[in-house]
Structure formats: structure tokens, C-alpha cells
């Protein structure tokens, strides 16, 4: 089985390691070829108004100046192209990509260009328990669980057009209790925080945060399977048609 891995954190990130030696206890063939630096929130983007440098830093290890998308159309595309991979793994994250936060995920957009490519993909990425943990964020859970969560998936065929969404609690590996198929949630979006600082020039700036995730009714997605200490793993489709409101459209153009 050919695997190519990637992920929006960049070539150097931890995760990418946890994520590469996840994937050899499935096979020898892997690929390696993700963004040269952090690329996190950039989602589904695509790099067209600059070109994109690919650098070979190992047998078939590689990083992209561009986005996780950027990576993975250089691997189908290019690197690949002869003999395509059987499988997109993506990851793994630094931090949840839960809910619907995952439009801005360039950990999961990875993903979906693997789907779209006609390739199984799954995104995979460890919650950790509270801001600016930096390099320090602990990818235990991810380790001592991804090859459990991981094994029943890469057996399955996956429909046209989907892929599958993973979250590993911040939580020990000993004390995740188990794993959820469970939905993709919904928040509220007053969730984002604005943060402004003004320069030494006295010129004012901002970052971007996230303010903590918000439940949702029933008790039944990806935000509370992780806030209660299982692994969530959720499938997602590419097709964003809302086909309920297909019928009253329709009758306003007859």
C-alpha cells in the first residue's frame, strides 16, 4: 500500500513524525511531501498568484512553499503521478479540528484534496488542553491510539468523495475512553476573539484567537465525544449541496 502524508504544520512538526510512524506500521511505500513552514488556517486554499518550489530533502520526502492543498496536488500530480497513493493521511494537527472550524483547517483541506484526487483520506489531529503550549503539545493519545483508530478505516472503501475526520482528546493515552462515530458540530461564531496590540511605532495590530468551544444540543458530535474523553472520528462529504432547498429555488425561476 502506497500512503502519502502531509499535514498544514510543515515538514518540521512533530506531528508529521508521530503521523510517519503510524503509517510504517501499515506499510513501507510512504511519501512524505508537506508545506516548508506552518500553514495552519489556511483551509482549502490553492497558490496561483506565485510559484511553488518543491525541495527533495530525503528518499521520497519532500516540502512545498505553499499551502497542505498546494502539497498534496505536487504529490498526486507530479511526484506521483506514475503510481498514485492508496491513501492521504494528514497530520497530526497540533490542536482540535472539531466542528466547523474544519473550513479552516488546512490539516483537513489536505484531506479533501486526496478525496477529490479519487485517493482515501483521512485527517488526524491531537486536541491539546490549553493555549500556547507551543512544541510542548503531548501527541501520546495520537500514538498509542491512531494505529486502533486507523486499522478498521484503511480496510474500508470510502464512497465517492468523502473522507474521515479524527480527533484525539487531550487526555493521557491511558485515560482516553474509547472511540465515537459521531457528527460534525456547530458553534456559535461570537466563539472568535480578537486581539489588538498596538506596535512600537504606535501603530495597532491584531491576532486572531478562538474562545473556548461551545455544546451543542443532543450531546452527540465531534466537540463532546472529545470534551468527554473518547476519540471522534467523523466523516465528511465534499458535496455542500443543501438538496432541501433545491425545490423552493427552483420555483422562483419558473
Same mark, same amino acid.
Given at each position: 500500500?502506497?500512503?502519502?502524508?502531509?499535514?498544514?504544520?510543515?515538514?518540521?512538526?512533530?506531528?508529521?513524525?508521530?503521523?510517519?510512524?503510524?503509517?510504517?506500521?501499515?506499510?513501507?511505500?510512504?511519501?512524505?511531501?508537506?508545506?516548508?513552514?506552518?500553514?495552519?488556517?489556511?483551509?482549502?486554499?490553492?497558490?496561483?498568484?506565485?510559484?511553488?518550489?518543491?525541495?527533495?530533502?530525503?528518499?521520497?520526502?519532500?516540502?512545498?512553499?505553499? %499551502? &497542505?492543498?498546494?502539497?498534496?496536488?505536487? +504529490?498526486?500530480?507530479? *511526484?506521483?503521478?506514475?503510481?498514485? #497513493?492508496? !491513501?492521504?493521511?494528514?497530520?497530526?494537527?497540533?490542536?482540535?479540528?472539531?466542528?466547523?472550524?474544519?473550513?479552516?483547517?488546512?490539516?483537513?483541506?489536505?484531506?479533501?484534496?486526496?478525496?477529490?484526487?479519487?485517493?482515501?483520506?483521512?485527517?488526524?489531529?491531537?486536541?491539546?488542553?490549553?493555549?500556547?503550549?507551543?512544541?510542548?503539545?503531548?501527541?501520546?493519545?495520537?500514538?498509542?491510539?491512531?494505529?486502533?483508530?486507523? %486499522? &478498521?478505516?484503511?480496510?474500508?472503501?470510502? +464512497?465517492?468523495?468523502? *473522507?474521515?475526520?479524527?480527533?484525539? #482528546?487531550? !487526555?493521557?493515552?491511558?485515560?482516553?475512553?474509547?472511540?465515537?462515530?459521531?457528527?460534525?458540530?456547530?458553534?456559535?461564531?461570537?466563539?472568535?476573539?480578537?486581539?489588538?496590540?498596538?506596535?512600537?511605532?504606535?501603530?495597532?495590530?491584531?491576532?486572531?484567537?478562538?474562545?473556548?468551544?461551545?455544546?451543542?444540543?443532543?450531546?452527540?458530535?465531534?466537540?463532546?465525544?472529545?470534551?468527554?474523553?473518547?476519540?471522534?472520528?467523523?466523516?465528511?462529504?465534499?458535496?455542500?449541496?443543501?438538496?432541501?432547498?433545491?425545490?423552493?429555488?427552483?420555483?422562483?425561476?419558473?
Amino acid at each position: 500500500m502506497r500512503i502519502l502524508l502531509t499535514n498544514d504544520d510543515g515538514i518540521n512538526a512533530a506531528g508529521l513524525k508521530v503521523l510517519e510512524e503510524l503509517a510504517r506500521r501499515f506499510s513501507d511505500d510512504i511519501w512524505v511531501v508537506a508545506p516548508a513552514e506552518e500553514q495552519s488556517g489556511t483551509g482549502h486554499s490553492l497558490t496561483l498568484s506565485r510559484p511553488i518550489r518543491l525541495r527533495k530533502l530525503g528518499e521520497q520526502r519532500y516540502c512545498v512553499t505553499g %499551502t &497542505p492543498t498546494d502539497s498534496v496536488m505536487m +504529490a498526486v500530480g507530479h *511526484l506521483m503521478r506514475e503510481i498514485k #497513493p492508496d !491513501l492521504v493521511l494528514s497530520g497530526v494537527n497540533r490542536g482540535a479540528n472539531l466542528a466547523d472550524d474544519i473550513t479552516y483547517s488546512g490539516t483537513v483541506s489536505a484531506a479533501m484534496e486526496g478525496a477529490l484526487a479519487g485517493v482515501r483520506a483521512i485527517a488526524l489531529s491531537q486536541v491539546y488542553a490549553r493555549e500556547g503550549m507551543g512544541d510542548t503539545v503531548p501527541f501520546d493519545a495520537a500514538l498509542a491510539w491512531g494505529e486502533r483508530v486507523l %486499522t &478498521p478505516l484503511i480496510k474500508m472503501n470510502f +464512497a465517492p468523495r468523502t *473522507l474521515v475526520n479524527i480527533n484525539f #482528546p487531550a !487526555l493521557p493515552a491511558d485515560q482516553v475512553k474509547g472511540i465515537r462515530v459521531v457528527a460534525q458540530g456547530f458553534h456559535d461564531y461570537g466563539r472568535a476573539r480578537i486581539d489588538q496590540r498596538t506596535d512600537p511605532r504606535g501603530y495597532d495590530y491584531f491576532w486572531f484567537g478562538l474562545r473556548p468551544m461551545v455544546q451543542t444540543p443532543g450531546h452527540e458530535t465531534d466537540i463532546e465525544a472529545v470534551t468527554d474523553g473518547y476519540i471522534s472520528v467523523t466523516p465528511l462529504q465534499l458535496d455542500l449541496t443543501h438538496r432541501d432547498s433545491m425545490t423552493g429555488l427552483e420555483q422562483l425561476y419558473r
